[in-house]
Every structure is written in C-alpha cells, then in structure tokens.
C-alpha cells in the first residue's frame, strides 16, 4: 500500500462587514422598513378592528346630519327648554309630525 498524503488549501475569502451607520442613506432605510412596517400597522389595525366588535356600530351612528326639515327652531312658539319645547304643540314638538304645523310662526314674522 501506498502512504498518501493530504495536502491542506488554506481558503482565504473575505469577509464584508456591515457599513457603519452614518453611510446609510435616508432612503436605503426607508426602502428596506418600508414593506415590514406596513405588513406590521395592517396586523395592528386588524386586532384593534376585532378586539372592539361595537366598533362598527360606532361608526354608523357617526354619520353626517341632513340639514332638519323640522321647522321649530325657527318658529316664535319654540322655546330650547327641556321642560317645554313648543308652547302651542308640546307633543309634537320636534319631531316628523311638526313639519306641517298649522301654528307655525316665524321669528322674523310680524307679530299680530
């Protein structure tokens, strides 16, 4: 037999090391978190979005208000007490059944 022998290579390769801080630029930054950062705000939305299962009904009673076909605040007989409201029609004050008012009296009306 016989003897062999083994010869060793030394491999060198060189290694980078990581640029330091201030070479980074603004948008290398930007773009690398970009991506993570809106995967990440997404998850929290959806667990605020679950944790709260009234938030949708809170939403529906934010809704912006037609301008009221209700003429009492503009009518001599209203007053914005809560006691009494319309001293002709306390009842139907302020609601759908006083829009045809037959006493209805505007302020800017001539008092008789």
């Known amino acids: 037999m016989k003897p062999t022998t ?3 290579h030394t491999v060198t390769t060189q290694v980078e090391s990581p640029r330091p801080i201030e070479s980074t630029s603004l948008g290398e930054v930007i773009a690398h978190y970009t991506v993570p ?3 990440l705000l997404c998850f929290i939305i959806a667990f605020v ?3 709260f299962p009234s938030l949708p009904k809170l939403t529906q009673k934010i809704v912006f208000k037609r301008p009221s076909k ?3 605040q503009n009518c001599r007989f209203f007053s914005n007490s809560s006691y009494l409201k319309c001293a002709v029609h306390p009842t139907t004050a302020m609601t759908q ?3 045809d008012c037959s006493d209805y009296q505007s302020h800017k009306s001539p008092q008789s």
């Open 37 to 39: 950062g809106l995967i």
């Open 70 to 72: 209700i003429p009492c």
């Open 49 to 51: 979005v679950s944790s």
């Open 97 to 99: 059944g006083a829009i």
């Open 6 to 8: 083994l010869q060793s």
